[in-house]
């Protein structure tokens, strides 16, 4: 039997109903699937006909490669699953590059939902957090090319690209009638996952341990800066998944094993059939210190697993927002020719049981940051000036606000006092005095929010764990 058409077999028959057995919490192994051949299986035989049909009495000659590359997409397709992706090698490869050391394009987590391409979580320090990206943008096109009709695969690949090189992406952000363009330039992504650091509050010292994703040596990095921390003498610990995208099951089940402790549950998983699976924790003593957890709507999947169960598992505090609902689990399975299949075989439910699919994790203490952590950067077209009326405008407001400037007003219209505290946003900055925002102005207004908004005295958010943790 030709080789690939055996693989697409192999994909035909997992996707009937001959899948792997999950065992443990190895739902994330990278397991590969041997072909076999049709066993007298109609289905499978048709589709087998069908391909020596077109590839042997098409009226031209056809790629037999392709026509096997798009019999697989067009199966995966039809389950309209954003999470489940056929890849081919060079895919697969990239894939695996995301998870496990650095890669070089924007830095983002993004997935196919009823054929729009949305952006789940910017990684943290990336260019494409820089930028401006926000969970949830969509996106429209990239280098003025439309995305329509792409497979997710497809898609990211338009987005990655050598370091140093820009690209152009076309948003659309909720809540704004117009599209958005950001020109980004393309960098190495490191994916070390975990920082941290020592907190005082109220003479107490407390531990923070951001995760930005659960990759391949997310474990060993977190265990070791909680050892540290430990020893440092920490008396409470503050636990950051905020624009975490998620990643490697296992690596969150062991960090969450340390915290929930005596046999109680870490998450549950359901299958097709509805038989649930209780993976739970072999920890025997509970932590001597408090712990809260950080959340917004960038935490997804492993994220959510976390927060999910050290909130119903040991009662620990979720301080934020509601998380982005993400309730499946997803095993990418080797092909014989290095391509992989990405399949959605789980469910997976919190310790109590709770499906957080499309609902996410709810906050035990919601706290909003200051409006203008969400304040969308201004799209420089024409200068900004007395008696205009728009939507860069109410953007620009809410940033002046945020820096210290008054604008008076945050609704779009340029007025007299919007114009005195431009002014005295560029006498304070060595800008000319025109109240006018320019090019020049635009910039230096973006980047003294970015100053504020990674200014730890403006998180809200962390306050408010801090003030927890130290009562």
């Known amino acids: 039997m030709n080789r690939k058409f055996a693989i697409m077999l192999a994909v035909v028959a997992f996707l009937l109903g001959v899948s792997s057995t999950l065992v443990g919490t190895k739902i994330f192994s990278k397991s590969p699937i041997t072909a076999i051949e049709s066993s007298g299986n109609t289905d499978i035989a048709k589709v087998g006909q069908i391909y020596e049909l077109i590839s042997s009495r098409y009226v031209e000659e056809v790629n037999k490669d392709e026509l096997i590359e798009g019999a697989i997409q067009g199966m995966v397709g039809t389950l309209k699953d954003p999470f489940s992706a056929y890849m081919d090698k060079e895919a697969a490869d990239q894939f695996h590059q995301s998870l496990d050391s650095s890669f070089q394009g924007i830095g983002a987590e993004v997935h196919l939902t009823d054929g729009k391409l949305l952006i789940v979580s910017p990684i943290k320090g990336s260019p494409a957090e820089k930028a401006g990206l926000r969970p949830n943008d969509q996106i429209l096109t990239v280098n003025g090319e439309s995305i329509e009709g792409l497979s997710q695969m497809d898609a990211v690949m338009k987005i990655r690209g050598k370091k140093g090189t820009t690209v152009k992406i076309e948003i659309k952000r909720t809540g704004m009638e117009e599209a958005i363009v950001f020109d980004i330039v393309r960098d190495d992504i490191p994916m070390s996952t975990v920082h941290h650091s020592m907190k005082e509050s109220k003479g107490k010292k407390i531990g923070y341990i951001q995760i930005t994703s659960f990759g391949e040596g997310t474990t060993k990095e977190f265990t070791d800066v909680l050892a540290k ?112 299949l990405k399949l959605t075989q789980y469910k997976w439910l919190t310790p109590d049981g709770n499906w957080i699919h499309k609902k996410g994790v709810e906050p035990t203490v919601a706290v909003k940051q200051p409006e203008y952590f969400y304040a969308t950067p201004i799209q420089f077209k024409d200068e900004l000036k007395r008696d205009m009326n728009d939507e860069q405008i109410k953007n620009m407001q809410v940033m002046l606000k945020g820096v210290g400037f008054d604008p008076g007003r945050r609704d779009g219209y340029f007025s007299e006092e919007t114009e005195k505290a431009v002014k005295a946003f560029q006498q304070a900055n060595n800008l000319p005095v025109t109240g006018i925002v320019d090019k020049k102005t635009a910039s230096s207004i973006e980047t003294k929010l970015v100053e504020e908004i990674r200014n730890e005295k403006n998180d809200m958010q962390l306050k408010k764990a801090l003030e927890i943790l130290t009562k």
């Open 229 to 340: 921390l430990e020893s440092d003498g920490m008396e409470g610990l503050v636990i950051d998944v905020r624009g975490n995208p998620g990643g490697y099951l296992e690596s969150v089940h062991d960090i969450a094993s340390l915290f929930v402790a005596n046999g109680k549950p870490i998450y549950q998983v359901e299958n097709r059939a509805g038989q649930k699976q209780i993976v739970k924790s072999e920890t025997k003593s509970r932590k001597s210190y408090p712990v809260a957890t950080l959340t917004n709507d960038g935490s997804a999947s492993a994220s959510e697993i976390l927060a999910a169960a050290l909130k119903e598992s040991e009662g620990y505090p979720v301080i934020g927002e509601n998380t982005f609902g993400k309730g499946t689990v997803q095993q990418p399975i080797e092909m014989p020719d290095g391509s992989n």
